[in-house]
Nanobody, 117 residues
Framework: QVHLVESGGGLVQAGGSLRLSCKTPRMILSTFTSAIMGWYRQAPGKQRELVATITGGRNTNYADSVKDRFIISKDNQKRTVYLQMNSLRPEDTGVYYC????????WGQGTQVTVSS
């Protein structure tokens, strides 16, 4: 019933790193391998924004605000998407979600990332 399960968030100082994971328990392998998956984030009172995407062929795109700092990757056999976040800044603070970029699924609960200055 749960489509997306995010984990790995936490409290970190500016300049630190975190690695987020997104598990897709209801997605079969053939669907996961071809899907375009994305990481999103949302701060309180602000709109959800797309942070990074990865295609079935492992082509990646990043928002300008995180380019050269974040890396999106995936493990097809584990049906899991990752977001490696480096050189974190306070403005990276928010709830991070994953979803299909090409065919939206019900949203998970996300994982909180808090970066202190």
């Amino acid at each position: 019933q749960v489509h997306l399960v995010e984990s790995g968030g936490g409290l970190v100082q500016a300049g630190g790193s975190l690695r987020l994971s997104c598990k897709t328990p209801r997605m079969i392998l053939s669907t996961f391998t071809s899907a375009i998956m994305g990481w999103y984030r949302q701060a309180p009172g602000k709109q959800r924004e797309l942070v990074a995407t990865i295609t079935g062929g492992r082509n990646t795109n990043y928002a300008d605000s995180v380019k050269d700092r974040f890396i999106i990757s995936k493990d097809n056999q584990k049906r899991t998407v990752y977001l490696q976040m480096n050189s974190l800044r306070p403005e990276d603070t928010g709830v991070y979600y994953c979803n299909r970029e090409d065919r939206e699924l019900p949203w998970g609960q996300g994982t909180q990332v808090t970066v202190s200055s």
